[in-house]
């Protein structure tokens, strides 16, 4: 059963990256910002680095353990 999860949130990340690009948002998919993987960041990982609080992350859990979820929103904040 986790493999189906995994693979629709696999497919909602390559799509939702996939709308952003067409509709002209910059945004950056699968990034690794101190050992953490991000999903996407909007704009970039650069303003992430600078600014924190002119980008939006957003993480798609590939998972419906309900701890595994939370640590990562944890590690994210």
Do not use: C, F
């Not at 939006?56 to 904040?77: A, M, V, W």
């Amino acid at each position: 059963m986790g493999e189906k999860e995994e693979s629709l949130g696999i497919l909602a990340t390559g799509l939702l990256h996939y709308l952003l690009t067409n509709a002209l948002i910059p945004s950056q998919r699968k990034i690794d910002y101190n050992g953490i993987q991000i999903d996407i960041v909007i704009p970039n990982l650069k303003t992430l680095e600078i600014d924190p609080r002119k980008t939006l992350i957003i993480y798609i859990p590939k998972t419906i353990d309900k701890t595994s979820i939370e640590q990562k929103l944890e590690q994210l904040q």
